[in-house]
């Protein structure tokens, strides 16, 4: 079945180290985003992509960075410039670029927790 | 910014009444989305409404729009046990920007 798969679905890191959230979809969507989610808040925008090999920041992009080198594949990593990491992240695409192409569709997120 | 605000924050009903969450927003936009979260898990998309549209219907819910009042309410008919949840307006503009949801429970 198409969808999208976030891996790992639970992480925990310690201080001071990076690491990566893994989003793999094989809907041939070509816009992918990646947003954090807060307990009891709505979702903030990190980064997304439109397009392979190019991405953009979103609102709360400070402490993260993404690559998109495949058009299926948007990893996310978390650096320890981030000062506040803990939270559930969600992954999504749309099949076109553009905010106003339709619906997203989401992974099943991953929640990081930093000890 | 534009921003979807949903309202109420928490809504508690029994089975079989209906629940009407509303969702306000501040810059025009292209469309509105309405999506479902259980807990801990990703969003699902339910419905979409474009600016041009006044109401839409899509099995039990019914979702309506008025861009004059950048408003838009959605309503989940004959609520059941399994619709706990929440749920989140997303406006569509330049930007789709997320509400902070309306946690619905749905008590047996």
């Known amino acids: 079945d198409g969808g999208i798969t976030q891996s790992p679905k639970y992480l925990f890191r310690k201080e001071g180290q990076n690491v990566t959230l893994s989003c793999e979809q094989n809907?041939?969507?070509?816009?992918m985003y990646w947003y954090r989610q807060d307990p009891g808040q709505g979702l903030r925008l990190i980064y997304y992509?439109?397009?392979?090999?190019?991405?953009q920041k979103g609102d709360i992009a400070e402490g993260y960075s993404v690559s998109r080198e495949k058009k299926e594949s948007f990893p996310l990593t978390v650096t320890s410039a981030q000062k506040n990491p803990t939270a559930f992240y969600l992954c999504?695409?749309?099949?076109?670029?553009?905010?106003?192409?339709?619906?997203?569709?989401f992974g099943e997120g991953s929640r990081l927790t930093v000890l | 910014s534009q921003q979807g605000e949903e309202d109420p924050q928490a809504l508690s009903i029994q089975e079989g009444e209906n629940a009407t969450m509303n969702c306000s927003y501040k810059?025009?936009?292209?469309?509105l989305q309405w999506y479902r979260q259980n807990s801990g898990r990703g969003l699902v998309h339910l419905i979409l409404?474009?600016?041009?549209?006044r109401e839409k219907h899509s099995g039990r819910l019914r979702v309506t729009l008025d861009t004059s009042k950048k408003s838009s309410s959605l309503l989940i008919t004959a609520s059941r046990a399994a619709d706990t949840a929440s749920y989140f307006c997303?406006?569509?503009?330049?930007?789709?920007?997320f509400g902070e949801g309306t946690q619905l429970t749905v008590n047996p």
């Open positions: 809907l041939n969507h070509d816009a």
């Open positions: 997303a406006a569509v503009g330049s930007r789709l920007t």
């Open positions: 409404i474009r600016s041009n549209e």
């Open positions: 810059t025009s936009i292209n469309n």
């Open positions: 992509s439109q397009i392979v090999n190019d991405f």
């Open positions: 999504a695409s749309s099949f076109r670029a553009g905010f106003d192409s339709g619906e997203l569709f």
